[in-house]
């Protein structure tokens, strides 16, 4: 269990990024969504101890992570939004090098560990080849591959999916499931599809803050009755947005299908929607740019 309680971060030019985050996150994948700029980098970095929280406290298990960062990473993988490699190193020998940084001294026992990992992350037909020639998929899984050494209990992948295809995408997500029912991953990233298709437990981050935390269908089912859907033309929406509470809009066929958050019917040809995440998301969004706040990084 990973016990954050309380954690603040404002950087030096008066930034608040993070503002009382407290979250309780179990075993199996936790997704935390949020926009850009909401403050969910600044989150992973202070859980990955890459840099030390203004207040608040985070434990993981019997470890306190802030006064023994050391002993977190004995546990830890972590996949941040850009990771730099050696381009021109092949693969198996990038892994091999990053199980030596991870303590891995026996050659034999590294030998299996990255030989596994690449075999795990359908990697190992492309060992030899250097990383530069690596498909953006590809280097995610690489990435994936190296969080794994050392058999990690606390996994933290930060849009790991952005830029990714659809196959890609899916082999990704697929293998996060595979190692995710044992040890705690959280999953950061603003694509609410990611989420849906993966975590039992999530939350919104916006502005620095948690605006909301649950199960995903439990949250879906609470915002029924909430969300209305019409179809309208392209040049009517700004008069839309003026009269209604707009949280999503899309387009189809050439017209607008706009989705409207409202406590009761509101007429006017709205139908009831029955919801899914991406509307609990841009619901919960819409509630946070009521009052306004500062920006978070």
Sequence with gaps: MLELTGVT???ANGTRAL??????????????????????STLMRTVATL???TAGSIRFGDIDVIAEPEKLRERLGYLPQDFGVYPRVSAYDMLDHMAVLKGVASARERKETVETLLNQTN??????KAIAGFSGGMRQRFGIAQALIGNPELIIVDEPTAGLDPEERNRFLNLLAEIGENVVIILSTHIVEDVADLCPRMAVLAAGKIQLEGAPQELIAQS??????????????EDYRSRHEVISTRLFAGKTIVHILAPSDPGDGFTSV???????YFSTLART????MPAAA
Excluded: C, F
Excluded at 224 to 237: F, H, P, S, Y
Excluded at 274 to 280: H, M, Q, R
């Design 123 to 128: 990697l190992w037909n492309v060992r030899k």
């Design 19 to 40: 503002d009382d985050v407290s979250l309780s996150i179990p075993k199996g994948m936790y997704g935390l969504l949020g926009p850009n700029g909401a403050g969910k």
């Design 289 to 292: 740019r009521r009052v306004p």
């Design 274 to 280: 029955s919801g899914g995440l991406e509307d609990v």
């Design 9 to 11: 971060h404002v950087y």
């Design 224 to 237: 029924r009755g909430n969300v209305w859907a019409k179809t309208i033309e392209r040049d009517q929406l």
């Design 51 to 53: 840099q030390t929280p």
